[in-house]
C-alpha cells in the first residue's frame, strides 16, 4: 500500500507543472492534483493498476475530465500572456507535446479525441503563440 501511495504521490508531483499550466493559480493546481489523485484511487481496478506503463495515461485523462469541468467556472488570469488565452484543451495539448514530449496519439487517448482532432488543435495553438 505504501509503494502504492508513493507512486502515486509521483505521478502527482510529475504533473504538476501541468496543472498550473491550466490553472496559473497554485491552489487550484495544488487542488486539482488532490482531486485527481482521489478519483485515480476510486477508478483503479487493482494495484497493478497503478505500476503498468498507461498509468500515466489514465491519470492525465482523470486530471483533465476534472480540469475541463473547472475551467469553464474559472476567469482565466494572466490574459496578457498568449498561452493563458487558449482554452484549457489547447493549453494541455501545447504542454503535454512541446513541454513533456507525448505523441499527438498519446495526448488524443487523454483527451479522448481523434488524433486529427488533436492535431488541428495543437496547430491552432501554436498559431496563437507565434
Do not use: W
Request: charged residues 30%.
Amino acid at each position: 500500500m505504501e509503494n502504492d501511495l508513493e507512486a502515486l504521490e509521483g505521478l502527482a508531483l510529475k504533473n504538476y507543472p501541468l496543472a498550473f499550466a491550466l490553472f496559473p493559480d497554485e491552489l487550484m493546481a495544488t487542488q486539482l492534483l488532490i482531486d485527481t489523485v482521489s478519483k485515480y484511487v476510486r477508478v483503479i481496478q487493482s494495484a497493478e493498476d497503478l505500476h503498468d506503463e498507461r498509468r500515466e495515461i489514465r491519470f492525465l485523462r482523470n486530471l483533465m475530465g476534472l480540469a475541463q469541468l473547472r475551467g469553464s467556472h474559472f476567469q482565466q488570469g494572466k490574459k496578457e500572456e498568449a498561452f493563458y488565452s487558449l482554452d484549457i484543451k489547447k493549453r494541455a495539448i501545447l504542454f503535454l507535446r512541446e513541454k513533456r514530449g507525448f505523441s499527438l496519439l498519446q495526448i488524443s487517448e487523454i483527451l479522448e479525441t481523434s488524433t486529427d482532432d488533436t492535431y488541428r488543435l495543437l496547430n491552432r495553438a501554436r498559431e496563437v503563440i507565434l
